[in-house]
């Protein structure tokens, strides 16, 4: 671990586009300043609230979870990896990826997904991202397929291509932090060309929740502040973004319900997949690597700031399976979407 961090603060502290390692301490102090200002704040001033956040985590969250940060549904006897491909090709197949489309990435982070789609389908990407660090770090990792990887450092909310630019799009857990979905779904409707398909996983407090229980408050509130969201929206809701936007809604469903209920998407945080890959990912591991933070603080290994940003997601961690276990919140409602027009509604006039 002190390894892996080292490397990255010696990365940081050369590039101009990333978080000076003397800065993480103020940094934490600002994301927690917007967070506690309220909810109005958070979606007014969303691109730096988010910007700071994966400023911050974006390390931590390689280090425990590789380049594809999201969840996915598991089969029996399936690995944590293997998973996560899985729910990336089951997208790719939903939005019939092929040769020779150009695809839009709305929210693409470190570009896990982008490349793995890109390698699986063949078609042309274009990722937006509102962080610079993150795209230096997916330029990284999608080095090997590059000819079919672009990268835009903007906002999905307003998206700098033409009408009609994009074959598909799709959004990995990224449009939770959108302050405003159906203005989000709408740019991306924008950017479509007529019949084209949207689809993507979305974070969502589910039917479940109970607005006055006390306890289910209490976790969406730590899921929010450890995941930077101005919200948790209700699948409900989502639907009806996706429709106020102008799309027509062709499938939905909460994938959750298709892991084994043996190993439900939240068993990676709980601790009991055992291997060294996955330590990081564990209590056990979350709890040794604020132990290292800790002392390496001390010891002007890391920076001032450094254990703060640990202890935040290991908040949001436990709240995850809190929210897994009592069945109010999915990370992964799946949707598909498609633009008016185009051939389709021709064939059914």
């Not at 691109?47 to 280090?63: A, I, K």
Request: with cysteine; aromatic share 10%; net charge negative.
């Amino acid at each position: 671990m002190f390894q892996f961090f080292a490397t990255r603060l010696r990365n940081r502290s050369r590039s101009p586009a990333t978080l000076a390692p003397q800065d993480v301490e103020s940094v934490v102090d600002e994301y927690m300043a917007i967070y506690g200002a309220g909810e109005e704040t958070r979606r007014e001033q969303y691109r730096s609230f988010v910007n700071h956040y994966y400023d911050l985590v974006t390390d931590f969250y390689e280090f425990g979870w590789g380049n594809s940060f999201h969840f996915a549904p598991r089969r029996r006897g399936e690995s944590f990896k293997a998973s996560i491909l899985r729910h990336q090709h089951y997208l790719g197949d939903r939005l019939a990826l092929k040769p020779g489309m150009q695809v839009l990435d709305a929210g693409c982070g470190v570009g896990g997904p982008m490349g793995n789609l890109a390698r699986y389908s063949g078609a042309g990407f274009v990722g937006i991202n509102n962080n610079a660090y993150q795209i230096e770090r997916a330029k990284h990792h999608t080095r090997d397929v590059e000819e079919l990887c672009r990268f835009i450092h903007g906002s999905y909310m307003q998206i700098p291509e033409d009408d009609g630019s994009y074959d598909a799009a799709f959004a990995i857990e990224s449009m939770p932090h959108a302050p405003d979905k159906a203005g989000a779904f709408r740019e991306i409707l924008r950017v479509l060309r007529p019949g084209a398909l949207f689809g993507g996983y979305e974070w969502c407090i589910t039917g479940d929740f109970d607005p006055e229980n006390a306890e289910h408050r209490r976790i969406k509130h730590d899921i929010m502040v450890g995941d930077a969201l101005p919200e948790i929206a209700s699948i409900s809701e989502i639907c009806g973004a996706l429709r106020a936007a102008g799309f027509e809604l062709v499938e939905a469903e909460d994938r959750a319900a298709a892991s084994d209920p043996e190993t439900p998407w939240y068993r990676a945080l709980e601790g009991r997949d055992l291997s060294l890959t996955s330590i990081p990912r564990t209590p056990i591991g979350r709890s040794l690597t604020n132990l290292a933070l800790r002392a390496g603080e001390r010891l002007r290994i890391f920076p001032k700031g450094s254990r703060a940003v640990s202890t935040l997601l290991d908040a949001a961690a436990y709240a995850l399976v809190e929210g897994g276990k009592s069945g109010i919140f999915t990370p992964m409602f799946f949707f598909l979407a498609r633009k008016p027009g185009g051939a389709q509604d021709g064939e059914g006039a």
